[in-house]
């Protein structure tokens, strides 16, 4: 079986297009914590500039391949690492 063929079986296009739409939300929840506790102390900067280097990089690698569902799903993941790294500071001097 070729490569090709067992991505048609298991409906590798579905599969990723599901994927896509999980991927911006997966940070949500650490969020919604942050600002419901109003604790960041507990997050790791070094590891969310990870997280958001990586989804720059697959964001980018989806330009250059003229494949939207990774660059969209990507971009936006990395638009929430921002807005979660911007809210430690504000939640750190309330």
């Known amino acids: ?9 298991i409906r ?4 990723f297009r599901v994927i896509g739409i999980i991927n ?6 650490q969020l919604y914590k942050i600002w419901r506790t109003m604790e ?10 990870t997280v958001l280097a990586v989804q ?6 989806g330009f250059f391949k003229l494949d939207k569902t990774l ?3 990507n971009f936006i993941a990395a ?3 921002i807005i979660t790294l911007i809210s430690i500071p ?5």
């Open 12 to 15: 590798w296009p579905r599969i």
């Open 71 to 73: 660059m969209r799903s």
């Open 40 to 49: 960041a102390a507990d997050l790791s900067l070094i590891t969310l500039g």
């Open 24 to 29: 911006p939300f997966i940070m949500v929840p």
């Open 56 to 61: 720059v990089g697959f964001s980018l690698h």
């Open 90 to 94: 504000i939640i750190q001097t309330m």
């Open 1 to 9: 079986m070729t490569r090709d063929e067992f991505a048609s079986l």
């Open 79 to 81: 638009v929430m690492t």
